[in-house]
């Protein structure tokens, strides 16, 4: 398929656990996005790469939080000794251009994370 | 801080009527604004935006109308159709800032 593609779907951890979360943009596309989806709420901004550079990462909750793109096109988001907190659903987004204002963000179907 | 706000979680309309979402900011440092449609164990889809330049833009059945002196738009969707049932989202960014910031969603229900 040709669109944003995540995995994987459903991830369940027991409390301490390490996750990676993996997010596969669309083919030629520079910026990539990771956002966070709580319950109920929107998706809020976690960290964003420009190819293989992580240029943003002042979302990231916590130190447990770490991203890379280490060729500038699949990323991992990887969350070290889960919380309960950390329940959410993870979205990764990736666009063509290098900077928004106009450009269209094409998001996956998320992961969806619940720690025990 | 929540600077985009949806204070409507949900709205509920009658097949071939008028569906108006609204949506509120508070950073007049935005200048580009966007409308996201979700549906369930999906991710959210680009559906209609507008730049502050502007305060109408029009894409088939919706309509996106922004109020900047109110930091208001509003999604517009005529006629509503069964498959308009979704979340949408509103969201927000700066012109060249590559992040958005987005409400907490408006869930709307088409009634046959």
């Known amino acids: 398929g040709a669109g944003v593609s995540q995995s994987p779907r459903y991830k369940v951890a027991k409390r301490g656990q390490d996750v990676a979360l993996r997010c596969d943009p669309i083919s030629g596309h520079v910026s990539l996005f990771w956002y966070q989806q709580a319950l109920g709420q929107g998706p809020e901004f976690l960290t964003y790469?420009?190819?293989?550079?992580?240029?943003?990462k002042s979302g990231l909750p916590s130190d447990r939080f770490f991203a890379e793109r280490p060729e500038g096109s699949v990323s991992t988001l990887k969350i070290q000794r889960t919380q309960q907190e950390d329940s959410a659903v993870y979205l990764c987004a990736s666009s063509f251009f290098s900077s928004a204002g106009g450009a269209e963000q094409f998001f996956g179907p998320g992961t969806r994370l619940t720690v025990l | 801080d929540q600077q985009v706000k949806q204070n409507s979680p949900s709205l509920s309309v009658q097949e071939g009527r008028i569906s108006i979402l609204n949506c509120d900011y508070t950073?007049?440092?935005?200048?580009?604004f966007l409308w996201y449609k979700k549906y369930p164990a999906e991710g959210p889809t680009f559906l209609i935006s507008i730049s502050s330049i502007k305060d109408k833009n029009e894409d088939g059945r919706f309509t996106v109308f922004l109020n900047k002196s109110a930091k208001h738009l509003s999604l517009h969707i005529v006629p509503s159709q069964p498959g308009d049932s979704a979340v949408y989202f509103c969201a927000a960014s700066r012109s060249n800032d590559y992040k958005l910031s987005f409400g907490a969603g408006t869930t709307v229900t088409v009634r046959a």
């Open positions: 950073n007049s440092m935005f200048d580009y």
């Open positions: 790469f420009q190819n293989e550079a992580q240029l943003d």
